[in-house]
């Protein structure tokens, strides 16, 4: 059964700042890994999909990593600003369905 | 504007009695998802859709039933064997399969009194 960890839980840097966030899998047979971000109380956005056959991808001061035979993918997110702050949540895709992690829960400081 | 609506926002339950959750979806797309999401948890599968008038379960099926009857909606309906209901529940729908960027409804709050 494929599980997702997203560490750390929760994550507070001052506005400027790089934002790295981890996510790790334990099962690298995937199709492609998704990283979403949910507002409080409100559903999910996509906000980047990488095939499993790349390595990364990138969208505006998003860029993802992904490295498949280690089960690690990683989100950064350039000079941070406030309204950064949401939950990040990555998924991985294995046969029929999308396996998420808990999220970090991120909080930019102005 | 196309997007995925799932109403009621917030719904409030009795023990013993069933609700349906909606969720409809303008954007052509084949398949459709439940989730729930409790907190400090990632998204748990419920029921997924691949096609009209065909429905598989997901990771926590039990107390739960869906219909595909329009490639449009894709009800939920919680009844009363579901034993803890209490959660936000996510519908989402891609073009084709679960490989297939997602998209995600605004979500419904369900409250068992």
């Known amino acids: 059964k494929q599980e997702v960890t997203q560490i750390p839980a929760a994550l507070s840097v001052p506005e400027g700042e790089n934002l790295v966030l981890n996510c790790s899998f334990t099962d690298s047979a995937i199709y492609n890994l998704q990283w979403f971000r949910q507002d409080p109380g409100k559903g999910l956005t996509s906000l980047l999909l990488i095939q499993s056959s790349q390595r990364e991808q990138t969208s505006g001061r998003l860029n993802a990593s992904l490295d498949k035979s280690s089960g690690r993918s990683t989100l950064y997110i350039a000079a941070s600003q406030p309204g950064d702050s949401a939950t990040y949540l990555c998924?991985?895709?294995?046969?029929?369905?999308?396996?998420f992690g808990a999220g970090t829960t991120v909080t930019v400081r102005a | 504007d196309g997007g995925i609506t799932q109403s009621p926002k917030y719904l409030f339950r009795k023990e013993g009695q069933n609700v349906t959750l909606s969720c409809e979806q303008n954007l052509n797309h084949d398949a459709m998802y439940w989730y729930r999401q409790d907190p400090g948890q990632g998204l748990r599968l419920i029921y997924y859709s691949q096609i009209v008038n065909d429905f598989q379960k997901g990771d926590i099926a039990e107390g739960y039933s869906v219909s595909r009857e329009k490639k449009e909606s894709f009800p939920l309906t919680v009844t009363s064997a579901q034993k803890n209901p209490t959660a936000f529940y996510l519908c989402a729908s891609s073009m084709t399969g679960t490989t297939d960027t997602q998209y995600f409804g605004p979500g419904t709050r369900l409250t068992v009194l």
């Open positions: 998924a991985v895709t294995n046969d029929y369905k999308l396996s």
